[in-house]
Protein backbone atom coordinates (compact mmCIF):
# COMPACT_ATOMS: atom_id res chain seq x y z
CA UNK A 1 0.00 0.00 0.00
CA UNK A 2 2.97 2.48 0.38
CA UNK A 3 3.84 2.39 -3.05
CA UNK A 4 0.41 3.78 -3.80
CA UNK A 5 0.55 7.17 -1.14
CA UNK A 6 2.09 8.80 -4.28
CA UNK A 7 -1.69 9.17 -4.88
CA UNK A 8 -2.21 10.95 -1.92
CA UNK A 9 -4.35 14.07 -1.40
CA UNK A 10 -2.18 16.65 0.62
CA UNK A 11 -4.43 18.96 0.51
CA UNK A 12 -6.78 16.70 2.49
CA UNK A 13 -4.19 14.97 4.91
CA UNK A 14 -3.42 17.23 7.45
CA UNK A 15 0.46 16.27 9.26
CA UNK A 16 -1.22 15.39 12.36
CA UNK A 17 -3.74 14.20 13.66
CA UNK A 18 -5.61 13.07 16.88
CA UNK A 19 -8.55 10.61 17.17
CA UNK A 20 -10.69 11.55 20.18
CA UNK A 21 -13.63 9.02 21.97
CA UNK A 22 -14.36 8.13 25.20
CA UNK A 23 -12.10 6.15 26.93
CA UNK A 24 -9.65 5.27 23.85
CA UNK A 25 -10.37 1.68 24.57
CA UNK A 26 -11.83 1.07 21.05
CA UNK A 27 -12.48 2.94 18.31
CA UNK A 28 -9.89 5.74 19.04
CA UNK A 29 -7.02 3.33 18.92
CA UNK A 30 -8.54 0.80 16.73
CA UNK A 31 -8.47 4.45 13.80
CA UNK A 32 -5.17 5.53 15.02
CA UNK A 33 -3.48 2.28 14.14
CA UNK A 34 -5.45 2.18 10.92
CA UNK A 35 -4.61 5.46 9.78
CA UNK A 36 -0.92 4.65 10.81
CA UNK A 37 -1.00 2.32 8.07
CA UNK A 38 -3.04 4.12 5.74
CA UNK A 39 -1.27 7.55 5.10
CA UNK A 40 2.33 8.13 5.30
CA UNK A 41 5.30 8.19 7.69
CA UNK A 42 5.28 12.02 7.78
CA UNK A 43 1.47 11.71 9.18
CA UNK A 44 1.69 12.14 12.89
CA UNK A 45 -1.19 10.07 13.97
CA UNK A 46 -2.28 9.93 17.83
CA UNK A 47 -5.48 8.59 20.04
CA UNK A 48 -6.72 9.35 23.41
CA UNK A 49 -9.60 9.66 25.25
CA UNK A 50 -11.96 11.87 27.25
CA UNK A 51 -11.11 9.86 30.00
CA UNK A 52 -8.52 6.69 30.12
CA UNK A 53 -9.94 3.33 30.22
CA UNK A 54 -9.36 -0.06 30.18
CA UNK A 55 -7.80 -2.53 27.39
CA UNK A 56 -9.81 -4.03 25.18
CA UNK A 57 -8.53 -7.40 24.19
CA UNK A 58 -11.51 -7.22 21.32
CA UNK A 59 -9.58 -4.96 19.76
CA UNK A 60 -6.41 -6.67 19.97
CA UNK A 61 -8.54 -9.41 18.16
CA UNK A 62 -9.67 -7.05 15.30
CA UNK A 63 -6.44 -5.52 14.53
CA UNK A 64 -4.67 -8.67 14.67
CA UNK A 65 -6.87 -10.34 11.48
CA UNK A 66 -5.68 -6.95 9.95
CA UNK A 67 -1.97 -7.26 10.85
CA UNK A 68 -1.87 -4.64 13.30
CA UNK A 69 -1.04 -4.44 17.06
CA UNK A 70 -1.21 -2.23 19.71
CA UNK A 71 1.90 -3.92 21.62
CA UNK A 72 2.45 -2.23 24.48
CA UNK A 73 0.38 0.62 24.27
CA UNK A 74 -2.30 1.30 27.48
CA UNK A 75 -5.66 3.62 26.72
CA UNK A 76 -4.74 7.20 27.81
CA UNK A 77 -6.53 10.48 28.34
CA UNK A 78 -6.34 13.76 26.77
CA UNK A 79 -4.21 15.04 29.56
CA UNK A 80 -1.47 12.06 29.09
CA UNK A 81 -0.53 13.84 25.54
CA UNK A 82 2.72 15.40 25.47
CA UNK A 83 1.56 17.29 22.54
CA UNK A 84 -1.98 18.82 22.22
CA UNK A 85 -1.45 20.40 19.08
CA UNK A 86 -3.13 19.10 15.84
CA UNK A 87 -3.97 19.75 12.27
CA UNK A 88 -6.95 17.51 12.67
CA UNK A 89 -8.40 15.83 15.57
CA UNK A 90 -12.05 13.12 14.73
CA UNK A 91 -14.39 12.52 17.16
CA UNK A 92 -15.68 9.60 17.25
CA UNK A 93 -18.19 9.66 19.98
CA UNK A 94 -20.54 12.42 20.89
CA UNK A 95 -18.50 12.78 24.04
CA UNK A 96 -15.23 13.58 22.38
CA UNK A 97 -16.90 15.25 20.16
CA UNK A 98 -18.29 18.08 23.04
CA UNK A 99 -14.63 17.94 24.44
CA UNK A 100 -13.09 18.83 21.41
CA UNK A 101 -15.15 21.67 20.81
CA UNK A 102 -14.90 22.98 24.00
CA UNK A 103 -10.93 22.25 23.96
CA UNK A 104 -10.41 24.03 20.32
CA UNK A 105 -12.69 27.05 21.16
CA UNK A 106 -9.60 29.10 21.24
CA UNK A 107 -7.73 27.10 18.52
CA UNK A 108 -6.96 27.13 14.75
CA UNK A 109 -7.75 23.70 14.92
CA UNK A 110 -10.57 21.68 12.40
CA UNK A 111 -12.55 19.06 14.78
CA UNK A 112 -14.59 16.45 12.05
CA UNK A 113 -17.24 14.44 14.06
CA UNK A 114 -17.42 11.06 12.71
CA UNK A 115 -19.83 8.97 14.66
CA UNK A 116 -19.09 5.70 15.61
CA UNK A 117 -21.10 2.89 16.73
CA UNK A 118 -19.64 1.25 20.31
CA UNK A 119 -19.38 -2.12 19.82
CA UNK A 120 -19.28 -2.71 23.56
CA UNK A 121 -22.77 -1.98 23.72
CA UNK A 122 -23.42 -5.32 21.35
CA UNK A 123 -24.02 -8.87 24.15
CA UNK A 124 -24.66 -12.58 23.16
CA UNK A 125 -21.55 -15.17 21.67
CA UNK A 126 -18.22 -14.51 21.01
CA UNK A 127 -18.85 -14.08 17.35
CA UNK A 128 -21.70 -12.10 17.69
CA UNK A 129 -19.33 -9.08 19.96
CA UNK A 130 -16.34 -10.03 17.19
CA UNK A 131 -18.73 -9.16 14.49
CA UNK A 132 -19.71 -5.78 15.97
CA UNK A 133 -16.13 -4.72 16.43
CA UNK A 134 -14.96 -5.92 12.52
CA UNK A 135 -18.09 -3.39 11.69
CA UNK A 136 -16.37 -0.63 13.52
CA UNK A 137 -12.94 -1.56 11.99
CA UNK A 138 -14.10 -1.70 8.56
CA UNK A 139 -16.55 1.74 8.79
CA UNK A 140 -13.05 3.41 9.98
CA UNK A 141 -11.05 2.04 7.31
CA UNK A 142 -13.61 3.48 4.80
CA UNK A 143 -14.28 6.60 6.58
CA UNK A 144 -9.99 7.40 6.37
CA UNK A 145 -10.00 6.35 3.01
CA UNK A 146 -13.13 8.47 1.74
CA UNK A 147 -11.07 11.43 3.63
CA UNK A 148 -7.76 11.06 2.79
CA UNK A 149 -6.69 9.04 -0.23
CA UNK A 150 -7.07 10.34 -3.68
CA UNK A 151 -9.62 7.73 -5.73
CA UNK A 152 -6.87 5.86 -7.32
CA UNK A 153 -5.37 5.19 -3.99
CA UNK A 154 -8.45 3.45 -2.46
CA UNK A 155 -8.78 0.89 -5.89
CA UNK A 156 -5.10 0.17 -5.49
CA UNK A 157 -5.83 -0.62 -1.83
CA UNK A 158 -8.57 -3.03 -2.71
Not at 91 to 99: D, G, N, W
Request: overall charge negative; aromatic content about 6%; hydrophobic content about 45%.
Amino acid sequence: MRAALAGLDLTAAPRSILFLCGMNAVRSPMAEQLARRMLPPSTFVASAGVHRGERDPFVDAVLAEEGLTLGERQPRSMDDLEDDYFDLIVTLAPEAHHAALELTRSLAVDVEYWPMPDPTDVGGRREQIMASYRDVRERLKARISRRFLLPEVKNAAD
